[in-house]
């Protein structure tokens, strides 16, 4: 079974730091790219950064491009997400995707909160 676990989220101040993960089981995770997604209220869902397989082909949404860093590390089965400097816009829940040839899978996402 594909599972997708999201951790790491929380609140955290304007300019704070979160490192999100997110856990990988029932699959081979070094076939597959892994994407980061977030949505806020009201707001559709918007792609934030995605890694390729090996760790190379990395890529960010402009509004987050030079804060967020997106790294995987395969023999643990992990994908990660730091988050720098962060702004009340970043404010969502995140979730991790993979896209296989048996499915789409996400995770269930954890919610990020940037609030003074």
């Known amino acids: 079974q594909y599972r997708l676990v999201e951790s790491g989220g929380g609140l955290v101040q304007p300019g704070g730091s979160l490192r999100l993960s997110c856990a990988a089981s029932g699959f081979t995770l070094d076939y597959y790219a892994i994407g980061w997604f977030r949505q806020a209220p009201g707001k559709e869902r918007e792609g934030v950064s995605c890694?390729?397989?090996?760790?190379?082909?990395?890529n960010y949404a402009d509004s987050v491009k030079g804060r967020f860093t997106i790294s995987r590390d395969n023999a643990k089965k992990m994908v990660y997400l730091q988050m720098n400097t962060l702004k009340p816009e970043d404010t969502a829940v995140y979730s991790c995707?993979?896209?296989?040839?048996?499915?789409?899978?996400w995770g269930q996402g954890t919610q990020v909160t940037v609030s003074s």
């Open positions: 995707r993979v896209l296989t040839s048996r499915g789409d899978y």
């Open positions: 890694i390729g397989a090996s760790g190379g082909d990395i």
